[in-house]
T-cell receptor, first 113, second 111 residues
Framework: DAGITQSPRHKVTETGTPVTLRCHQT?????MYWYRQDPGHGLRLIHY???????DKGEVSDGYSVSRSKTEDFLLTLESATSSQTSVYFC????????????FGNGTRLTVT | QQQVKQSPQSLIVQKGGISIINCAYE??????FPWYQQFPGKGPALLIA?????SEKKEGRFTISFNNSAKQFSLHIMDSQPGDSATYFC??????????FGQGTELSVKP
């Protein structure tokens, strides 16, 4: 799976609690992405990173923040989880921006009760 | 203008038949059109991709047909097998841009 590890794989949390999801890569790729997958919506980009400490928003960034202090790690934080953030979250990496394939992790299933 | 519209949402095909999934886009700056395959519990994996300089690309039983003037592209799976049962996503991006995904198609191939 292209050297991408997401943790945890499953998490159940309560509304209002903070949650952090971790993505770790061993490919030394510059670009890292967080997507959420929901039925009928496909994969929607939350945030992405184009280098250490360089991040930017995607199309559904409200309620989420990210950090990248090392090339290999990209963290996604839900500051105060809501039920609408119940989803499957995927991390992806690529070695270039735009016309380049993404390699995905196996996802984190998050349930907010 | 950034949307990629995918159809059908679900598809049932008999073993040995042809599976066809269609996508349409609006942004004429898109120049990379990949298809991803996803099995339950796994992340999407790149299946096949095409660029606008060709109208068709074939890899084994999988073919992408591309119509730049109509702004449409499609995935054909020939001789569909039960092992092809998965969710398929089309996507598009422009140089320096980010991939925009379609809504996904859940394919079921019946034995």
């Amino acid at each position: 799976d292209a050297g991408i590890t997401q943790s945890p794989r499953h998490k159940v949390t309560e509304t209002g609690t903070p949650v952090t999801l971790r993505c770790h890569q061993t490919e030394n790729h510059r670009y890292m992405y967080w997507y959420r997958q929901d039925p009928g919506h496909g994969l929607r980009l939350i945030h992405y990173s184009y280098g250490v400490k360089d991040t930017d928003k995607g199309e559904v960034s409200d309620g989420y923040s990210v950090s990248r202090s090392k090339t290999e790690d990209f963290l996604l934080t839900l500051e105060s989880a809501t039920s609408s953030q119940t989803s499957v979250y995927f991390c992806a990496i690529s070695d270039s921006q735009g016309s380049s394939p993404l390699h995905f992790g196996n996802g984190t299933r998050l349930t907010v009760t | 203008q950034q949307q990629v519209k995918q159809s059908p949402q679900s598809l049932i095909v008999q073993k040995g038949g042809i599976s066809i999934i269609n996508c349409a886009y609006e942004n004429t700056a898109f120049d990379y059109f990949p298809w991803y395959q996803q099995f339950p519990g796994k992340g999407p994996a790149l299946l096949i991709a095409i660029r606008p300089d060709v109208s068709e690309k074939k890899e084994g039983r999988f073919t992408i047909s591309f119509n730049n003037s109509a702004k449409q592209f499609s995935l054909h799976i020939m001789d569909s097998q039960p092992g092809d049962s998965a969710t398929y996503f089309c996507a598009a991006s422009s140089q320096g841009g980010k991939l925009i995904f379609g809504q996904g198609t859940e394919l079921s191939v019946k034995p």
